[in-house]
């Protein structure tokens, strides 16, 4: 298994717009076969090291994450929303 992070500052950081970045991330559920787990949520202590959105996900394969990353529905919706709406984005990939 790989396990994707990503984390998301948003230039916005209304509550409308983190629950909308939320609810794009979650919108890729039972749209990308690879997808074995899909996770998101807000970050509730709002520290000044904090992120505004986290994003989990599991594939059974270094392969699969990569199939996910350019996805028509992955790399033409939500990637340009994200990058659209954040300030920073930061991820971690590691095998699980």
Known sequence: M?????????A???PANIVAV???????EGKIAEL???EAG???IRSERSYDVALITTFDSL???????????HAGEVVPFMK?????????????
């Open 2 to 10: 790989v396990t994707h992070i990503v984390f998301f500052k948003l």
């Open 12 to 14: 916005d950081p209304s």
């Open 22 to 28: 939320r609810d794009k991330l979650l919108s890729m």
């Open 36 to 38: 074995r787990h899909l």
């Open 42 to 44: 807000i970050d509730v």
């Open 63 to 73: 392969a699969d994450l990569q199939t996910y990353q350019v996805h028509p529905y």
């Open 84 to 96: 659209a709406n954040c300030s920073s984005i930061v991820a971690v990939d590691y095998e699980s």
